[in-house]
């Protein structure tokens, strides 16, 4: 597995996204955006890390067991300008 972490926008990151986007491109949307349910008070002040935490196990199960994907590429922050 290869993770990219990236807290600032260089150009080589701009490129290598849009040779990305425009050699291969799928959009996959979580489908569970509802509460997590039966969190006490203290884990109720956690939950949206609760979802992030959610959301990624259902984002790599549909790439390496769905579409059985070898290698992804973890791309954090807002993208969505280069494309």
Same mark, same amino acid.
Request: aromatic share 16%.
């Given at each position: 597995?290869?993770?990219?972490?990236?807290?600032?926008?260089?150009?080589?990151?701009?490129?290598?996204?849009?040779?990305?986007?425009?050699?291969?491109?799928? #959009?996959?949307?979580?489908?569970?955006?509802?509460?997590?349910?039966?969190?006490?008070?203290?884990?109720?002040?956690?939950? %949206?890390?609760?979802?992030?935490?959610?959301?990624?196990?259902?984002?790599?199960?549909?790439?390496?067991?769905?579409?059985?994907?070898?290698?992804?590429?973890?791309?954090? %922050?807002?993208?969505?300008? #280069?494309?």
């Amino acid at each position: 597995m290869i993770i990219i972490i990236s807290i600032k926008q260089t150009r080589f990151l701009k490129f290598l996204i849009l040779l990305i986007v425009t050699m291969y491109y799928i #959009f996959l949307q979580q489908p569970d955006l509802s509460p997590i349910p039966d969190l006490t008070k203290k884990e109720k002040k956690l939950e %949206g890390y609760f979802k992030i935490s959610r959301h990624y196990k259902w984002a790599l199960g549909q790439v390496f067991d769905t579409m059985k994907y070898k290698t992804v590429i973890i791309m954090e %922050g807002r993208f969505s300008q #280069f494309i």
